[in-house]
């Protein structure tokens, strides 16, 4: 089984920097592309960010320029450095990965999601 659990959400000034940091564990052999959502109260959940297997990298026109998604793949890790945040980055940030478990059963996983509020 594998799971997938973020950290490093909180609370930030607007213009204050955070890093989340989502790490895929259990019984994972592989982790492909890995990505950020985010869900504000009331809204649907939209794509931030995300990054291949081969560290190709794709972001929101909302977030370019101010976020940077990362990996490290010896521990299947996506790292999301955010800057410059604005009170409309507060949402609840989920992390996403397309994963390859020991029975080589490949699916997409979510996590449990962290709280990002931008205080103005």
């Known amino acids: 089984q594998v799971q997938v659990v973020e950290s490093g959400g909180g609370l930030v000034h607007v213009g204050g920097s955070l890093r989340l940091s989502c790490a895929a564990s259990?019984?994972?052999?592989?982790?492909?592309?890995m990505a950020w959502y985010r869900q504000a109260p009331g809204l649907q959940r939209d794509f931030v960010a995300s990054?291949?297997?081969?560290?190709?990298?794709n972001y929101a026109d909302s977030v370019k320029g101010r976020f940077t998604i990362s990996r490290d793949n010896a521990k299947n890790t996506v790292y999301l450095q955010m800057s410059s945040l604005k009170p409309e980055d507060t949402a609840v940030y989920y992390c996403?990965?397309?994963?390859?478990?020991?029975?080589?059963?490949?699916?997409?996983?979510w996590g449990q999601g962290t709280q990002v509020t931008v205080s103005s």
């Open positions: 996403y990965a397309d994963a390859e478990d020991s029975r080589w059963q490949r699916r997409a996983y």
């Open positions: 259990g019984s994972i052999l592989r982790a492909y592309t």
């Open positions: 990054i291949s297997i081969g560290s190709g990298t």
